[in-house]
C-alpha cells in the first residue's frame, strides 16, 4: 500500500479490510476463471510461453515449478468460493504476517493502527507445509518443438549450486549476471547478439539463486529460425569467455 502520510489510518482500515475479509466475488471469480481458460487454451499459440513452460517441465517435472494450470484446475467444483475461502484461511493469517513500514511517520503515530490491523488478522489453524525440494533433472539434451513461425525462442540453461547467501560468491554472481546479460544494453550478450551480429532484438541472461536447492545459469533470445543455431553459438561463446576471466 502507498499513501499519504495524513491518509494513512483511513487507508489502513481499508486495506486491512480488504486482506483480512476479501469478497470473493462470485462474478469476479467467474470472469478469472474465463481470463485463466483462455490462456490455458491460447499457450500452445504462443511461442515464447510454450517454449517456458517446456523447460521448466523438463527440469523440474511434476514439482510446483515445473506446474501448470488446466482446464481441469478452472473447474466449477475445484475453483469456487470455498475453495477460495480454505485457501485464504491457511495463508493470510497472523503466524505469517510479515508487515513493514516506511515513510513520515513516527511509531507512536501508528502504533495503535498497527495494533488494530494485527489484532485483526486471525491466527493461523497451523503451520504451512514447508515446500518440497526440487529434483532437478540436470541430464544434458536439445529439445525441439517445431512452431511454423517466423520467429523461433531459444532457452539454454544449466543447474548451478550457488545459492543466495551472505557470501562473497552470491555477490559476485549478481555483478557476473549484470555484466552478462541482465544489464540491458549495456549487457554482453546484448551487445554481441543484437549490436554486433544483428541476430535479436534482445537476449538476456538468467541466474537464479535459490536457498534450498539448486538454481539456474542461463540464456534467452528470440530469433529469426535461420540464425537461431549461430544465436545459440554465439551465446556459449560470450558465457564461456565470462567464465574465463
Known sequence: MNVLSEHFSRAMHIWGGMI??????????????????ENVLRRPDDPSTLAFSEFNRLLYGDHPIGWEMTEADLSPEVMNRATLEAV??????????????TGDLSWSEVHDVV???????????????????????AKPGVFLMHKDLEQA???????????LADDPEYF???????????????SRLMA???????????????????????????????TRPETAVPAIELILETMNELARV
Do not use: K
Not at 26 to 36: C, K, L, M, Y
Not at 119 to 127: A, D, F, L, N
Not at 199 to 207: E, H, K, R, V
Open 153 to 163: 525462442v531459444v532457452v539454454l540453461a544449466h543447474p548451478t549450486d550457488l545459492p
Open 192 to 222: 554481441r547478439v543484437r549490436t554486433e551480429e544483428g541476430y535479436a532484438y534482445s537476449a538476456s541472461s538468467l541466474w537464479t539463486t535459490p536457498r534450498r536447492y539448486p538454481g539456474l545459469l542461463g540464456a534467452v533470445t528470440r
Open 172 to 186: 559476485s554472481s549478481t555483478i557476473g549476471n549484470t555484466i552478462l546479460g541482465a544489464g540491458g544494453f549495456s
Open 88 to 101: 485464504h484461511r491457511r495463508i493470510v493469517c497472523r503466524d505469517n504476517l510479515i508487515l513493514g513500514l
Open 115 to 137: 495494533e488494530e490491523f494485527v489484532s485483526s488478522v486471525p491466527p493461523c489453524e497451523g503451520p504451512l507445509p514447508e515446500a518440497p525440494v526440487p529434483d532437478v533433472d
Open 20 to 37: 483480512t475479509e476479501p469478497g470473493f466475488d462470485s462474478v469476479e471469480v467467474a470472469a478469472w476463471r474465463g481470463r485463466q481458460a
